[in-house]
T-cell receptor, first 115, second 109 residues
């Protein structure tokens, strides 16, 4: 049981390049989330998903797209990377059935540098 | 809008109780108070949550005032490993979590 994993751990991009960040969870959770965290800041929600085939916008969705084709995977895409997207990206998942427990499990993060 | 106000940083001596305050004066009746923490370079970790009664688990205690406009997270015997940023969040069950800037807690040896 690996929990929440993220791929890659670190990436350097040039402005205008595209990439996809992969989040995978093996806990059969319905809800999945993508956050970004900038230095000295709290986490900001980019997009989230309440189940396979569904996605929704969070606080800062511009410049990102997501897909949830399989329940265990949540992909975050950058079509044309910009230096402002330099950040640490965290993925999280939560069991919808455990609403009163509310344990959101986070991945280890992906550090992205856009030059 | 994180809906909560926390001091940006606090110090606590190792072995003492760490009391982290949070103001949430606009909390509505169906919103819960949640606490998470983030140790350096790691993803956030859930600590505890409550509605109006005080709560305790193996990690911490949560004290919510009677008018629910503020709360305090208590780490009873702080250790160096409790050095982290602590986030207080209010939300309705099932709603997305919005993180603020949190309180950076320094545990002093």
């Amino acid at each position: 049981n690996a929990g929440v994993t993220q791929t890659p751990k670190f990436r350097v991009l040039k402005t205008g390049q595209s990439m996809t960040l992969l989040c995978a969870q093996d806990m059969n959770h319905e809800y999945m989330y993508w956050y970004r965290q900038d230095p000295g800041m709290g986490l900001r929600l980019i997009h989230y998903s309440v189940g396979e085939g569904t996605t929704a916008k969070g606080e800062v969705p511009d410049g990102y797209n997501v897909s949830r084709l399989k329940k265990q995977n949540f992909l975050l895409g950058l079509e044309s990377a910009a230096p402002s997207q330099t950040s640490v990206y965290f993925c999280a998942s939560r069991d919808e059935r455990a609403r009163y427990q509310e344990t959101q499990y986070f991945g280890p993060g992906t550090r992205l540098l856009v030059l | 809008d994180a809906k909560t106000t926390q001091p940006p940083s606090m110090d606590c001596a190792e072995g003492r109780a760490a009391n982290l305050p949070c103001n949430h004066s606009t909390i509505s009746g169906n919103e819960y108070v949640y606490w998470y923490r983030q140790i350096h370079s790691q993803g956030p970790q859930y600590i505890i949550h409550g509605l109006k009664n005080n709560e305790t688990n193996e990690m911490a205690s949560l004290i919510i005032t009677e008018d629910r406009k503020s709360s305090t997270l208590i780490l009873p015997h702080a250790t160096l490993r409790d050095t982290a940023v602590y986030y207080c969040i209010v939300r309705v069950l099932g709603d997305k979590i919005i993180f603020g800037k949190g309180t950076r807690l320094h545990i002093l040896p």
